[in-house]
């Protein structure tokens, strides 16, 4: 009879072990997901800033070598990133898929100029950057116009910066709830043994004695969760990378060490801290509150 009610006692401390653990790793992994998502925000910032161009509209006149010899002195400029060369034939190709063939019949010679995709540098994305870009590259003398869209540019700018900060609210709320539950778990757990440390306490034991055994199921507690959590989230990048493909590349991939760091000591300290905290909170307890 005693075996059998050992074994049950034995099951169930298993299956709360159990249950804290991966309650404890669920809500690691969403930190985990919240520093990649944050620590990215300004990468997938730059990608959009980048991908747009300002376009180097050439003269009537300009040839080919023109616009080869100008694309080589654009390209050494320090607030380009990219420039790439729409000769003649690529332009009328693109205006042909957009307005359809032979809308260019009722004119003598092709009106389509050449002209430059100018990629600027993440840095030089605002409005007054972009007028200085503009003189820059308006003062070559085989450059008729420069055009950028700066409503387009200021909204864009808006627009990252609202998302930035709703990104880091939302992570911040995140990382509050994540210690709050993280720290729960815990205290529940000890809780659940307040009959053990109050008779340890009427005994002699000393607080560090009581203590001991508990920081050392949290510290295991907090790291075997911290492992699972960090495995989950290798595995949900693997999955985003097969979903997304090319857009995964927007990520930085050297932040993902850094990260598993993170999880291990926030896991490690929220569960020892906790715990050292409860333990010292229950053996000061009354006989009488251990019912409560």
């Known amino acids: 009879m005693k075996n059998d009610n050992s074994k049950i006692v ?121 007028q200085m870009v503009q003189q820059a590259l308006a003062a070559y003398p085989a450059v008729r116009e420069v055009t950028c869209q700066e409503s387009l540019v200021e909204a864009m700018n808006s627009n990252l910066d609202t998302i930035a900060l709703v990104v880091a609210a939302v992570i911040a709320l995140l990382l509050i709830i994540s210690v709050a539950l993280i720290a729960n778990t815990v205290r529940l757990n000890i809780y659940s043994k307040r009959f053990t440390i109050h008779t340890m306490r009427l005994v002699g034991a000393k607080r560090s004695f009581i203590r001991k055994p508990f920081l050392r199921q949290a510290f295991w507690q907090g790291a075997i969760a911290a492992a699972i959590a960090c495995g989950v989230f290798t595995l949900a990048l693997y999955y985003a990378h097969s979903r997304i493909g090319n857009m995964f590349g927007l990520f930085s991939k050297e932040v993902i060490i850094p990260i598993y760091a993170i999880v291990f000591v926030a896991g490690i300290l929220i569960c020892t801290l906790t715990a050292a905290y409860q333990v010292n909170k229950l053996s000061d307890i009354s006989k009488d509150d251990l019912y409560l």
Do not use: H
């Open 10 to 130: 034995g099951r169930r401390l298993v299956r709360s072990y159990l249950t804290s653990v991966i309650s404890i790793s669920l809500v690691l992994f969403l930190v985990a997901v919240a520093c990649f998502a944050w620590i990215n925000t300004s990468s997938i910032s730059n990608y959009f800033k980048e991908n747009s161009t300002v376009s180097v509209i050439l003269k009537g006149d300009a040839t080919e070598a023109d616009a080869q010899a100008l694309l080589e002195k654009v390209s050494k400029l320090g607030f380009v990133k990219q420039a790439t060369c729409i000769s003649r034939e690529q332009g009328q190709k693109e205006m042909e898929e957009l307005l359809g063939k032979g809308f260019l019949d009722v004119f003598e010679s092709s009106p389509i100029p050449i002209s430059l995709e100018v990629n600027l540098k993440s840095d030089y994305f605002s409005k007054d950057s972009l």
